[in-house]
């Protein structure tokens, strides 16, 4: 008889823990990430990539990626903030896995990526979102936010320049003369920019140290150069660097713009940033004195150095702000 109990009491015990361990599981897997899609939509011909996560029910945030990269850059990202927002990354046009129309037939310029990303957004019948923008990002993203800034429920900028103050006079001459030398010498140094040694040790490891040097993927630059394997996606990215001073002299505009909407915005910068200098990052604070800042020990890819801690800063930024 006893035996017979004590067979029972482990039996009960045995159910008990595996309804527990069972219970324990089913919790813990609510909080995994929703798979990242991989999807293509057609805009006046021509195909766009982008990445999407999350629910569709929920706030969207666009992840506007930078130069030499693509939605790529956000791969680490996208799942931190899709268990809460659904997350669009577009590809621009000429990068990544989005369309590369011959740049002999098509002038790339920032407008063109502006104008073609906003057709996406409107494709996807995304009315609101969040923005978010690094590097090339912003002048994609101001361009939009100019057409209709209400739109725009929040946005997020890392190392996302709009100010003089970013840019060092060196750099701010480069970016004139990248405009208005036509020379072949000229072109062939812009061109020798976007080749394997100036993405990987002027771009990825520029602003890298022993203290942040393996936190770096390789996949990064390895992803991008796929993309830049032939002279005409090169001379995509040597027509857009000559056509970057028209940012500069938008400046003026988007701080304009920004002084007289005052959008909720926070502002994580990697300072270590070599490019786009924390000057820069401190520079919204004069038209938007509510933005939170955050210096971030990090470089110009400062998503790639800091994913989770930029993850947790966005998410507490926008349930704070109730966007939820």
Request: overall charge neutral; hydrophobic content about 35%.
């Amino acid at each position: 008889m006893k035996s017979l109990l004590s067979i029972l009491i482990l039996t009960l015990a045995f159910f008990s823990c595996k309804t527990s361990l069972n219970n324990k599981a089913s919790k813990d897997s609510y909080f995994l990430p929703p798979a990242t899609t991989y999807n293509y939509a057609e805009i006046d011909s021509v195909k766009l990539f982008y990445r999407a996560a999350g629910d569709k029910n929920n706030p969207v945030i666009v992840l506007l990626h930078g130069y030499p990269s693509s939605s790529h850059s956000y791969r680490n990202l996208i799942p931190m903030l899709s268990t809460h927002y659904y997350v669009i990354a577009p590809d621009n046009l000429g990068s990544g896995y989005s369309a590369h129309l011959d740049p002999e037939t098509t002038k790339y310029t920032f407008d063109l990526l502006a104008d073609y990303t906003q057709k996406l957004i409107n494709k996807l019948h995304i009315k609101n979102y969040v923005m978010y923008m690094q590097d090339f990002g912003a002048p994609v993203g101001y361009r939009m936010m100019m057409e209709n800034p209400n739109r725009i429920d929040a946005l997020i900028v890392q190392n996302a320049n709009a100010y003089l103050d970013g840019l060092t006079e060196k750099r701010q001459h480069f970016f004139r003369t990248a405009q208005s030398d036509t020379s072949k010498t000229q072109y062939d140094f812009l061109y020798s920019l976007t080749g394997k040694d100036a993405v990987i040790n002027k771009q990825y490891l520029f602003d890298l140290d022993e203290t942040n040097m393996n936190v770096q993927s390789p996949d990064a630059w390895t992803h991008d150069l796929a993309f830049l394997n032939s002279k005409k996606d090169r001379d995509i990215q040597v027509q857009l660097f000559q056509d970057y001073n028209t940012n500069l002299l938008s400046y003026p505009q988007w701080q304009n713009m920004l002084n007289k909407n005052q959008p909720k915005t926070l502002i994580v910068w990697g300072k270590k940033d070599l490019k786009f200098n924390a000057n820069g990052a401190k520079a919204y604070l004069k038209d938007l004195p509510n933005a939170e800042l955050h210096l971030l020990d990090a470089g110009h890819f400062a998503a790639e150095e800091k994913t989770r801690e930029i993850a947790e800063l966005i998410l507490k930024f926008l349930e704070k702000h109730d966007i939820k």
